[in-house]
């Protein structure tokens, strides 16, 4: 009888690390890299000039609710998704019998890659949309050029942007892994080689948002 309680009992953990899993998965996809994407879109205005940047800010900032629909939308799971993901690099252990050297660097990658990541968004957050939330400061172009005339807030956000892209890339790999969307090993190379280059791609669009603030 108490074996079976047990058995019960442990079988419902492993049911909802199972699911939790999942949904650290899934909002690291939706909605957290569809906003990183849209947040990439709108600093690449900047490239426009000052002027163009501004109005697209200006406009984004005046939408009714705004905050109403940040804080469930984008906030709220990108704060589970930290502090799950905290949780999975605390208690997390490759196992290297079962996984190749470069998967358990893959592994350790993605897990430092996030805690980086999530420091980085946190002061990115605290600098600039916090500031707009609390005091109406606006995110307008001349605000972040002077973030970017300072040498160290230039290699703060391209560390913080290399890390970004990893763990987003990566992310999307483990994803289409994770749920079953990628079966066979032609299938996953074929997927890691997307990956990288997708990650690439958001590191180009990245720095030129960071050098359209410079120049």
């Not at 492993?14 to 899934?26: I, K």
């Not at 990628?182 to 890691?192: I, K, S």
Request: aromatic share 16%; proline share 4%; net charge positive.
């Amino acid at each position: 009888m108490a074996r079976a309680e047990r058995h019960s009992s442990a079988t419902s953990i492993d049911r909802r690390t199972f699911w939790l899993r999942r949904l650290h998965s899934l909002t690291g996809i939706l909605p957290i890299g569809l906003y990183v994407i849209i947040h990439l879109g709108i600093n690449s205005f900047a490239a426009s000039g000052a002027e163009t940047y501004d109005e697209v800010a200006e406009f984004l900032e005046s939408l009714p609710y705004l905050i109403l629909i940040e804080i469930p939308l984008i906030w709220a799971p990108i704060l589970y998704h930290s502090i799950y993901g905290i949780y999975i690099h605390a208690t997390g252990k490759p196992n290297p019998l079962q996984y190749t050297y470069a998967n358990n660097e893959m592994y350790w990658l993605q897990r430092w890659s996030g805690i980086v990541s999530l420091i980085f968004i946190g002061w990115h957050f605290w600098q600039t949309r916090l500031a707009n939330y609390l005091y109406g400061t606006p995110i307008e172009f001349e605000m972040m050029a002077r973030i970017f005339a300072e040498p160290g807030w230039v290699a703060f956000y391209v560390v913080g942007l290399v890390a970004v892209s990893f763990h987003f890339a990566n992310g999307l790999r483990t994803f289409l892994l994770t749920w079953g969307l990628v079966v066979g090993t032609r299938a996953r190379v074929v997927a890691a080689k997307v990956a990288a280059v997708f990650g690439a791609l958001v590191l180009a669009v990245s720095l030129a948002a960071i050098w359209a603030f410079i120049r």
